[in-house]
């Protein structure tokens, strides 16, 4: 069964310094999708990224990055030079091959507070 | 705009009282769900749909029912709600399964 890990319930950082969120995953499959989805205070859900099994290139976009690693089944998150903005909570999610990638499951989401 | 639209955005109702939340959206898209928030649970899909009067449940479907008539509408109904369905919801859709889903704002129920 497909499960994700989001072990970091809550992180404080002041702005500019660098922060991990870390996502840990769990499935029997080859074949899956792994987001991330961004929730600031206003309450909506933002889509970040995207990632499928076969492609565990890095990702960079401006300040964020993403770490694919499948040899510890882990996907990260890292925000260089932090600002107050990103403060949100941060969900990690899959979906697998075996579902016909309808079912997504999200982690229990990483709530990350910034201050100046 | 391309948008999802959920109505109510907030609704206090009592246990028995059957309700529906709404969920409508633009983007011509195929794929459409229900997620329910909960504080320390994260996001948990309720029902997904792949088209219409194609839907199958998620991982917490117990107490919902669902229906796609329209591509573009997808209604979250509660048939007799109970405390435990207070939540905040969320509606979402996607080009396809495996696509970034676009959410609607949000419905806050309360259950009395």
């Known amino acids: 069964a497909q499960k994700v890990t989001q072990a970091q319930t809550e992180i404080s950082v002041v702005e500019k310094e660098d922060v991990t969120l870390d996502c840990v995953y769990e499935?029997?499959?080859?074949?899956?999708?792994l987001f991330w989805y961004k929730q600031p205070p206003s309450g909506e859900l933002v889509f970040l990224i995207r990632?499928?099994?076969?492609d565990e290139q890095n990702e960079i976009s401006g300040r964020y990055s993403w770490n694919f690693q499948k040899s510890t089944s882990s996907f990260n998150f890292t925000i260089t030079a932090s600002q107050v903005v990103d403060s949100a909570v941060y969900f990690c999610?899959?979906?697998?091959w075996g579902t016909g990638f309808q079912k997504l499951v999200f982690g229990t989401g990483t709530r990350l507070l910034v201050s100046p | 705009e391309a948008q999802v639209t959920q109505n109510p955005r907030y609704l206090i109702t009592v246990t028995g009282k059957k309700l529906t939340v709404t969920c409508s959206q633009n983007?011509?898209?195929?794929?459409m769900s229900w997620y329910r928030q909960d504080p320390g649970l994260g996001l948990r899909q309720i029902y997904y749909?792949?088209?219409?009067?194609?839907?199958d449940k998620g991982d917490v479907p117990e107490g919902y029912k669902v229906s796609r008539k329209e591509k573009r509408n997808f209604p979250l109904i509660l048939e007799s709600p109970s405390p435990n369905q207070t939540s905040l919801y969320f509606c979402?859709?996607?080009?396809?399964?495996?696509?970034?889903?676009?959410f609607g704002e949000g419905s806050r129920l309360t259950v009395l």
């Open positions: 979402a859709s996607s080009p396809h399964a495996t696509g970034e889903l676009f």
């Open positions: 749909s792949m088209n219409v009067e194609v839907t």
């Open positions: 499935t029997r499959d080859t074949t899956y999708y």
């Open positions: 990632r499928n099994s076969f």
């Open positions: 983007m011509n898209h195929e794929y």
């Open positions: 999610a899959l979906s697998e």
